[in-house]
């Protein structure tokens, strides 16, 4: 059988579960998953291999982001506009426990301007009666005219046979632009460092998780088979460590224990991780 290719742009507000839909279409954890706003803040490339299908999924930051005026979204944007660029297919997921016609319809108009396919998928429809989405989705469609459309649960893998079926006809024939045993464009410390930003995303509030960097330091398989790992956390402002690290060290533990926790439930093995708090002047 011939190999085919498709790219694809996963699209939405934040919290519409973009994400969680990329984790298990792969089948691993790519993208970290959290309910603050712009959890994801690169350019996360997953590769779902379906029979002689490829598709490459690329996670974006929330369509929110582009009403911003914070000079520190820039990079944000500009991976969103890369992402749609690149995808033949924009699919655009919403959240169906939260739907706003008013935002969808804005939305929706500024992304056919692209003049891309555009696939909507209803995510969360494990969070809302039937009887009470249905007749939502026929007003949309009336409404805004929708190409095609899917029910979906990100969550619990409901309707993505019926969606990646769908997808064959708009595969072209091509190399595989990645291994069939590659499953994203980033490695495992790069996942270690989403974890340990993840869990400061959990117990840091406001701006501070926006505002540091996690950098791997040590990240080494020992003897008995553990997984060493330690990650620097950069810091802007001297002010933070404090915050960081809590009263009696407590706030600091939480989030080691958290993010070690993910890490050893991702690599099914038992993990050891160090965290040190590093102002970015070095000191």
């Known amino acids: 059988m011939k190999k085919k290719l498709l790219r694809l742009s996963l699209v939405g507000r934040t919290n519409a579960g973009k994400s969680t839909l990329l984790n298990n279409l792969i089948g691993e954890i790519v993208s970290i998953q959290n309910k603050k706003i712009n959890t994801t803040q690169e350019f996360i490339i997953g590769v779902k ?26 990079f944000l944007k500009q991976s969103l506009w890369n992402a749609i660029d690149d995808s ?25 301007k ?12 494990d969070l809302i009666s039937k009887k009470i989405l249905l007749p939502i989705i026929k007003k949309i469609d009336i409404d805004l005219k929708l190409d095609v459309y899917f029910t979906i649960s990100a969550k619990f893998k409901y309707g993505f046979e019926d969606f990646l079926n769908y997808l ?3 595969a072209k024939e091509s190399k595989w632009a990645f291994n069939q045993n590659q499953i994203s464009n980033k490695d495992d410390i790069f996942i ?17 998780p926006y505002n540091i960097k996690i950098k791997n330091i040590y990240f080494n ?36 224990e958290f993010s070690q926790k993910q890490i050893n439930k991702i690599f099914d093995l038992k993990v050891h991780l160090y965290l040190e708090i590093i102002n970015d002047n070095g000191k």
């Open 49 to 74: 291999n379906y029979n002689n299908y490829q598709y490459i999924f690329y996670d974006t930051p929330g369509l929110n982001l582009l009403k911003s005026k914070d000079k520190n979204n820039k």
């Open 88 to 112: 033949e297919i924009i699919i655009f997921v919403i959240d169906s426990k939260n739907i706003r016609i008013s935002y969808l319809k804005n939305e929706l108009l500024n992304l056919k």
């Open 114 to 125: 692209l003049n891309k396919k555009i696939l909507i998928l209803f995510n969360k429809v």
């Open 168 to 170: 064959k006809k708009y």
């Open 192 to 208: 270690t460092n989403e974890c340990t930003r993840n869990s400061m995303l959990t117990f840091l509030h406001k701006e501070i």
């Open 221 to 256: 398989y020992l003897k008995n088979g553990d997984l060493k790992i330690k990650q620097n956390i950069i810091i802007k402002e001297k002010r933070y460590k404090k915050i960081i690290l809590g009263k009696r060290g407590e706030k600091i533990k939480k989030i080691r």
